[in-house]
Structures are given as structure tokens and as C-alpha cells.
């Protein structure tokens, strides 16, 4: 299933590079030709590099995705990395809405003995960890088995984070599948052990995707460059598993 999105993917990829290299073509003339050639295989081998990027990361960490809950194995700490309430237009976020819905469902199939909500903080009247926390209280989770990260500004900061700063040695990510894939190259460059459980999601639009291929290869730069977190300071352990 996944290879044949992904071959869809590309072919619409491809059609749009043919039509709107077709279009260009009919308004140049012949002097251009020769620089628009050129000009048009870089454009072309960087496409191909980007979509070998998204598909390489994929392929890279497809064995410690897992969609079925029977299937996981266990881990003291999920890491539940954080998204918008709602959308930019005020509806409900179906991403967000089924991040806790797997959080909650770790929880009770004791999959789990404890959650690390990691987002954004960056106002007082924007907190992803503070949000996840309260509706997940409202969800039966006992505040007793949950722990915020307000420093998890970027997949990048949530993912290091949780194994600098809070000690977590082992791990299950809470996402869905496209963003659980970018957040798993992380942890693997980091030397972190970590799987991931996947939230359901909606089909996704082009210009999603699109978007993930660009956050896809910005992930593989910052590990390149060696890009830290924003914030690190002193650790704070989580409480060992074996008395939550």
C-alpha cells in the first residue's frame, strides 16, 4: 500500500514538472533553449534527489513503525509529540484528536506505564503540552502518569529532549505515520532507541506530502550540521517505570 501511494505520489510529481515545463517551452526562443535545457535537468535531478530523500527515509525506519496495537511492544515512556488543537480555520484537528486517542489506548492496553507530551509553548495562550494534558485528563488518564515538555518546539527538539533532558533510554512515539517516520530518522542518527505507534490519520493532501518531503530534507540537514535542540539544560529524570 505504501509503495503504490508513493508511486502515485511521484507520477503526480511528474505531471506537473511535464506541464508546466510544456507551457515554458512554447514562450522561450531558440537562443534560450540550450541554457533552459540545462536549467531544466537541475530541476529535474533535484526533484528526483527530493523524492529519493522522502522515500529513503521511509524505507529506513520501516521496521520499528507499528499500526497494530497487539503488535507493540512494550515501553515504559510514549512520547506524544504535539500539533495544534485546531485547525487554522477553528475546527477540530483530527491529527491532534488522534494523537490522544493512541496515547489514551497505550495507556489502558498497558503498552505504556507513563506519557512525555512534548510540543510547542511559545504564548501563554498557545501550549500544545498544557492542551494535550487537560484533554487527556478529561479522557480518563490519570495526571499521575503524565509529564510535559514545554521545550518541544520541533520534532528535532521533542525527540532529543526526551533522552537528554528527561532520561527516557527507551521510547515509543505517538504520531502519525509521515511524522512518525521523520521523528524515528532522528532518534536512529541520535543512537536512540525508540519505535513508534501510529495515530490514524486522514488521507493526506498534496500539499502535505509536499510539505513533509521539504521537512524531510531539512531533518537530514540539521542531522548534517548537527543542529541541537533550542533548549537543553539540566536533566529531569522521569520517574523510573517500575514505580508509576
Same mark, same amino acid.
Given at each position: 500500500? =505504501? #509503495?503504490?501511494? *508513493?508511486?502515485?505520489? *511521484?507520477?503526480?510529481? @511528474? =505531471? ?6 510544456? %507551457? &515554458? /517551452? ?8 540550450? &541554457? ?15 523524492? !529519493?530523500?522522502? $522515500?529513503?527515509?521511509?524505507? +529506513? ?24 488543537? +485546531? ?13 490522544? %486517542? ?12 507513563? !506519557? ?7 504564548? &501563554? ?8 494534558? $487537560? ?11 503524565? #509529564? =510535559?515538555?514545554?521545550? @518541544? ?17 527507551? #521510547?515509543?512515539? /505517538? ?54 535542540? +533550542? ?12 514505580? &508509576?
Amino acid at each position: 500500500m =505504501r #509503495f503504490t501511494k *508513493s508511486i502515485k505520489f *511521484s507520477l503526480k510529481c @511528474g =505531471r506537473f514538472f511535464i506541464m508546466f515545463t510544456a %507551457m &515554458l /517551452v512554447k514562450k522561450l526562443s531558440p537562443k534560450f533553449t540550450v &541554457l533552459f535545457r540545462a536549467l531544466l535537468y537541475a530541476i529535474f535531478a533535484l526533484i528526483i534527489l527530493c523524492l !529519493l530523500v522522502d $522515500r529513503g527515509v521511509s524505507f +529506513y525506519v520501516r521496521d520499528k513503525i507499528f499500526t497494530n496495537i497487539d503488535e507493540l511492544p512494550f515501553r515504559p515512556c510514549a512520547l506524544v509529540l504535539g500539533t495544534s488543537k +485546531y485547525t487554522v480555520s477553528g475546527k477540530p484537528n483530527v491529527y491532534y484528536d488522534s494523537r490522544l %486517542m493512541a496515547a489514551k489506548s497505550l495507556i489502558e492496553q498497558q503498552k505504556v506505564n507513563y !506519557l512525555l507530551l512534548s510540543g510547542d509553548n511559545r504564548t &501563554l495562550q498557545y501550549n500544545e503540552p498544557r492542551a494535550m494534558f $487537560r484533554d487527556l485528563r478529561k479522557m480518563g488518564v490519570p495526571e499521575t502518569l503524565m #509529564f =510535559r515538555d514545554f521545550a @518541544g518546539f520541533r520534532t528535532l527538539d521533542s525527540v532529543i529532549r526526551a533522552d537528554k533532558i528527561f532520561q527516557v533510554k527507551t #521510547f515509543t512515539i /505517538v504520531s502519525q505515520k509521515f511524522h512518525c517516520e521523520r521523528a524515528l530518522l532522528i532518534a536512529q542518527a541520535h543512537n536512540i532507541d525508540a519505535i513508534c505507534f501510529v495515530a490514524k490519520q486522514p488521507e493526506l493532501h498534496f500539499s502535505t506530502q509536499i510539505r513533509e518531503v521539504f521537512a524531510r530534507i531539512k531533518a537530514v540537514f540539521d542531522l548534517i550540521l548537527g543542529v541541537e535542540p +533550542y533548549f537543553l539544560g539540566e536533566p529531569q529524570p522521569l520517574p523510573n517505570s517500575t514505580t &508509576l
